[in-house]
């Protein structure tokens, strides 16, 4: 597998150029390596670019806290509303009809 560098570089390459975009698209993918080696990039595989998909994909995780982790996980038990006695009675009441 070609350096990661190299990989960014095409992508940007061709990104930049719109008739080489065309080019590559109107290019059976069998012959699509003499398009690659005519711009400089002839030691780029296909199959180094399918396994450097991953470069490109938006980051799905997202990273939480302590205190989001600990809401989450049941651990943030203090946040509950406080309502009057009276209030809290009926609603129990209701909720055992």
């Not at 509950?80 to 009926?90: E, L, M």
């Amino acid at each position: 597998m070609v350096d990661t560098d190299r990989i960014i570089s095409l992508i940007r390459t061709i990104a930049a150029d719109p008739a080489l975009m065309d080019r590559l698209t109107a290019t059976p993918p069998e012959e699509r390596g003499t398009v690659l080696a005519d711009i400089g990039y002839g030691d780029v595989s296909p199959a180094d670019l399918v396994g450097s998909e991953t470069l490109f994909a938006p980051r799905s995780v997202e990273e939480i806290d302590d205190d989001q982790l600990a809401s989450v996980a049941g651990g943030g038990g203090d946040t509950w509303p406080t309502f009057p006695t009276g209030v809290s009675a009926v609603c129990c009441a209701a909720a055992a009809t």
